[in-house]
């Protein structure tokens, strides 16, 4: 076990870390005093907001896919949290690139320089029904991982929000604000286990500092419907829209005509069948395992829309 001083200033690598669980997580980490951060991804206008938003933090473009000058910040490293992830998207070498290939390299830049601890961000989905392009990848992905013989902490969080989010309960209150109308798909009824990013990013930074290895599910702690999540929603950010259920096959058949016109939807039929897919997730006493404190759904709602900092800063697709 380190010191704490001599865990806030080792260096920390977040490949992928530009998204939603990386910011989330840079915040977490500079409000315990970590100051050895450093960020790699692709999405420029996503690092673009990390360094407006961190702008003492590490952030360097890196296409983890190919190998490049990028491995290079991984000598003296003690810490690496793989957060890389190819979510959306209709084109499964887009998934095999970004989330399987990606992986090979880390693992082996992780090896060349005998970085101590990984902690590898897997889903959920790999304990659900779905078949999609995304568990397919995620599952190979985790494979990999735990053949490396690397010394890691596996963590498969649930639907997430929070902070930062461009996608899921993000983009839904975006698209809330824009529509008079929000279209449910079927009975709306479909049961989720919502999990605060915030949460989540406490229960890594504990992984780090007390250096925890094993496979965990990391679930949220409360069951709640998708019909009952869009409405708070639309109670904590004030929405006036109407909320209105509509057949599953007609909003399956407007998500087909969306793709046509859009490349990369937010949102699509796969992603549509993954939400109707009738998955309950393992719960485990992570608040005693990591302790970290489960913060109540309508409150976690409330931070992820009204926070005075942070709330209102939206990835990029």
């Known amino acids: 076990m380190f010191a704490m001083s001599e865990l806030r200033t080792q260096k920390i690598i977040l ?27 692709k999405h420029h206008e996503n ?17 983890l896919a190919k190998p490049g000058d990028w491995q290079k910040h991984f000598t003296g490293a003690e810490v690496v949290v793989m957060l890389q992830a190819q979510i959306g998207g209709n084109d499964y070498q887009e998934f095999l690139r970004n989330n399987v290939k990606s992986t090979r390299n880390i693992l082996d830049a992780i090896e060349e320089n005998n970085v101590p601890f990984l902690v590898h961000i897997s ?25 490396s013989g690397i010394p890691c902490l596996v963590l498969r969080p649930t639907l997430m929000f929070g902070w930062f989010d461009r996608k899921h309960l993000g983009w839904l209150s975006r698209f809330m604000k824009k529509v008079p109308i929000f279209p449910i798909p079927g009975h709306g009824r479909y049961m989720r286990q919502p999990l605060y990013a915030g949460d989540f990013c406490n229960i890594i930074i504990s992984g780090i500092e007390k250096r ?3 496979k965990f599910n990391i679930s949220g702690l409360e069951k709640i419907d998708y019909v009952d999540i869009i409405r708070e929603i ?4 004030g929405s006036g829209t109407l909320i209105l259920k509509i057949p599953y096959g007609l909003f399956h058949l407007l998500l087909r005509i969306w793709a046509v016109f859009d490349r990369d939807p937010p949102f699509t039929t796969q992603q549509l069948s993954a939400l109707v897919t009738p998955d309950e997730f393992e719960e485990i006493d992570w608040p005693g395992i990591f302790g970290v404190a489960a913060t109540p759904f309508t409150q ?11 709330s209102q800063i939206a990835l990029d697709f």
């Open 47 to 63: 690092l673009a907001i990390l360094e407006q938003v961190q702008p003492d933090v590490f952030a360097e473009y890196a296409d």
């Open 123 to 147: 889903s959920s989905v790999l304990e659900s029904m779905a078949s999609d392009f995304y568990t397919k990848s995620k599952k190979d992905q985790e494979e990999m991982v735990l053949e």
């Open 15 to 41: 490949p992928g870390g530009a998204g939603l669980v990386g910011q989330n997580l840079v915040a977490g980490l500079k409000a315990r005093g970590y100051s050895n951060i450093v960020v790699l991804d």
């Open 234 to 237: 639309k109670q904590a950010t």
């Open 300 to 310: 976690a709602i409330d931070l992820t829309f009204n926070d005075p900092t942070y």
């Open 212 to 214: 925890i290895t094993g």
